[in-house]
């Protein structure tokens, strides 16, 4: 199978969809968040289940993409 290249033209598309992708992505996050924050439980389980959920949804794609 032959891998595809991409042009300059690929590239430039990318760079100009991918901050708008990324805060969609993030907004649909914030959405969850805020429906872990809504549930009946104790503040601290909330505190402690939002906590863990960030801190795997940094390392998300999504939220934070290298290109070089």
Do not use: H
């Not at 290249?5 to 907004?27: S, V």
């Not at 809504?38 to 390392?59: T, Y």
């Amino acid at each position: 199978m032959q891998e595809k290249e991409f042009t300059e033209k690929d590239w430039k598309l990318f760079r100009k969809k991918i901050a708008n992708w990324q805060e969609n992505y993030m907004d649909k996050l914030n959405k969850e968040y805020i429906e872990l924050l809504s549930e009946d439980i104790n503040p601290s389980e909330k505190f402690w289940d939002l906590n863990k959920r960030i801190k795997e949804d940094k390392e998300k794609v999504g939220v934070c993409a290298q290109m070089s």
